[in-house]
């Protein structure tokens, strides 16, 4: 079965529509004959015809997109160089995205996830899929435009997601949250809790109070402490600034 475009899916959110629409393009991609030819297994034979499919469908639906996020370089998507499949710790995938904020390759395995390989960290699944993926990094375009935010830092035990009493919070997002990535939001305020590495020792996550106005970013400490259940602790770096900052330090863009 052919795959939509996603920028013409109307099953994604209108926000995700909205940031595709302003900030990205589609550059040339394979057609399906193209995909089929080149798709191979791990030892270089040819892939059976239900593995080349699954490349079909996302060059069909995520093929040439490219956007930026947070450093200008894009988030491309298609399977030009990704057509062999490859063994991971998490099964097989292909390499169907390049992370421009990362500078690193994003795996997707068959069921649609996708992974990130980082050496000694090992392989970790980051996104429940591409759709979510979007999703997250529309809702983070759209906060980031209120130009108030504090951020922290929260330490868990390895492949443990931060224990979170959602009362403090703004109402979850489900359609942008995944593995590696919660998100909470009402319009005003809005709590990201997004994993930044996972070390053996244990995983790293960046949390960010966005808000609207900047009186609302008074009620960050006392939100993210009172609802992460974890160490949380101020952040001595914001990647999105990219700057140092001082404890309980407030960021305005």
């Known amino acids: ?11 994604l959110s209108e926000r995700a529509r909205r ?15 193209a995909v089929r030819a080149a798709a191979v297994l791990p030892d270089g034979a040819p892939a059976p015809v239900e593995l080349a499919d699954v490349l079909v469908w996302f060059e069909e639906r995520y093929g040439g997109l490219s956007y930026p996020l947070l450093v200008g370089n894009g988030m491309e998507h298609g399977v030009r160089r990704g057509r062999r499949f490859v063994v991971t710790a998490l099964g097989l995938a292909f390499g169907g995205i390049v992370d421009g904020d ?5 795996g997707v395995l068959l069921d649609g996830s996708t992974t990130m390989d980082l050496g000694e960290w090992g392989c970790r699944v980051i996104d429940r899929s591409v759709d979510q993926r979007i999703e997250k990094h529309a809702l983070l375009a759209e906060v980031r435009d209120w130009r108030h935010h504090q951020t922290f830092a929260c330490r868990t035990p390895p492949d443990v997601p931060p224990m979170v009493d959602e009362r403090w919070l703004p109402p979850p997002v489900p359609e942008a949250t995944g593995p590696a990535e919660l998100w909470w939001s009402d319009g005003d305020a809005a709590v990201q809790a997004t994993l930044w590495s996972w070390r053996p020792e244990g995983d790293r996550w960046i949390v960010r109070y966005f808000a609207r106005v900047w009186e609302k970013v008074d009620d960050a400490s006392r939100t993210v402490y009172a609802a992460m259940g974890h160490e949380t602790v101020p952040a001595e770096w914001c990647y999105l600034c990219d700057t140092s900052v001082a404890a309980g330090y407030r960021c305005i863009r």
């Not at 940031?19 to 004959?33: K, T």
């Not at 990362?102 to 994003?106: A, F, I, P, S």
């Open 19 to 33: 940031f595709l629409a302003r900030h990205a393009i589609r550059r040339p991609h394979l057609d399906a004959a």
């Open 102 to 106: 990362w500078t690193c390759g994003v």
């Open 1 to 11: 079965m052919a795959a939509i475009y996603v920028l013409d899916d109307p099953g």
